[in-house]
């Protein structure tokens, strides 16, 4: 590996012995989609149909630290979260069931919990 002048910038020798600027190869190629079914350019940027850019790599590590930095405290340790329960209304779920559930419903009555705690047909308790 040699450097150029005092630039700064990285360049390669090739097998065959000529320079290859890896940096101008990353600037020209950045925005070619990527090989795969990512659905990504070489800088990170989603694409959608025909390739035009959705959301660019900035805003996703933007959004992505926005949301770990609401679940960290002042100390830059991460807040304990006490586990979300959902409740649904009875009134929500009322709604009519179909002539298949409602047997499914029937045949669950057939069955009950021995003292073991297994589920025998009612025929045998």
Do not use: C
């Not at 630039?7 to 190869?25: A, T, W």
């Not at 990353?26 to 989603?46: C, F, I, M, Q, S």
């Amino acid at each position: 590996m040699a450097t150029k002048g005092g630039s700064g910038k990285m360049q390669h020798r090739s097998m065959r012995g000529k320079l290859v600027d890896m940096d101008l190869l990353r600037k020209r190629n950045e925005l070619t989609p990527a090989v795969g079914n990512a659905r990504v350019n070489a800088r990170g940027d989603e694409l959608g149909p025909g390739g035009q850019i959705i959301r660019k790599a900035d805003d996703k590590v933007r959004e992505h630290y926005a949301v770990a930095g609401q679940t960290r405290n002042s100390s830059g340790r991460a807040k304990p979260q006490s586990p979300v329960e959902e409740t649904v209304p009875v009134a929500e779920i009322a709604e009519e069931l179909t002539e298949a559930e409602q047997e499914m419903l029937d045949q669950d009555d057939e069955w009950v919990e021995d003292a073991d705690g297994n589920f025998i047909p009612k025929s045998e308790a």
